[in-house]
């Protein structure tokens, strides 16, 4: 975190041409993620109630998370926020931006995108303009919805991810392909680019195969410094694990 924090430093500066830029607000976000979450209100959601499904490793290692939040002092309770499923919206923005972006491409050019890519431009540029409309109107819905549900709560723990990595030659986990949504097993990042909340992903913990499992916690607009902080103070909390993975990897090594 004090890495993110060294990088947010600079990033977070405006640039002239970004016309949509915040004002410099001078916030050294390194000299202030170290003040702890006591006394903090946290909401943990392990669906965020629209989640079809989520890896049982996951659901415990989050949980077990959320634990160690209420042993630093802060007070930790289950609760959804009131929103239906981003993802419609989302992807109707999301393809309406690539239509856009890549529009400029010439057929060849296309031809080379894939047809994912390809297929997910022409849904865009088959939405109408009411459609479009809608689905803006839609979005600052959603972040009506957060911005109440943060009235309540200073931040929200939820999975990062629905499931641990897989291979890397699939869109998606072979236990999702019931849902016929090669998206199924994203359902907790998309919330919050709609509604331009910051978030920070830390890991958690593994799986009984040595793999990460994501926490991703999540704050008001704006308040950027205390997500650091949150997860500044979990990452001190967590005792100190080497991946299986990796501790298997170096056994090899010392031993070859």
Known sequence: ???????????????????????????DYLD???????????????TLGHAREVDAEVARAVKEAARRFSELGATVE???PPISDPMPVFKKLFSAGFAHSLGHLTAAQLE???????????????????????ALSDRRGLAQAMAVFHERY????????AVSAFQADRWAPASFEKYG?????VPFGNLFNMSQQPAASVCCGYTSDGLPIGLQIAGRRFEDVLVLRAARAFEQAMPARVSPLAEAWENEQDAG
């Open 181 to 185: 949504d090669i998206r199924a097993w």
């Open 154 to 161: 200073d931040l929200l723990l939820t999975p990062t991810l």
């Open 112 to 134: 080379r995108a894939g047809p994912r890519l390809l297929e997910l431009m022409e849904g865009g540029k088959n939405l109408t303009l009411a459609e479009y409309m809608r």
């Open 32 to 46: 202030r993620i170290g003040a702890g979450v006591a006394g903090l209100r946290i909401a943990l959601s392990l």
């Open 78 to 80: 289950e609760s959804d």
């Open 1 to 27: 975190m004090e890495d993110a924090a060294v990088v947010l430093n600079v990033v977070a500066r405006p640039d002239p041409r970004d016309v949509d830029a915040l004002p410099d607000d001078g916030v």
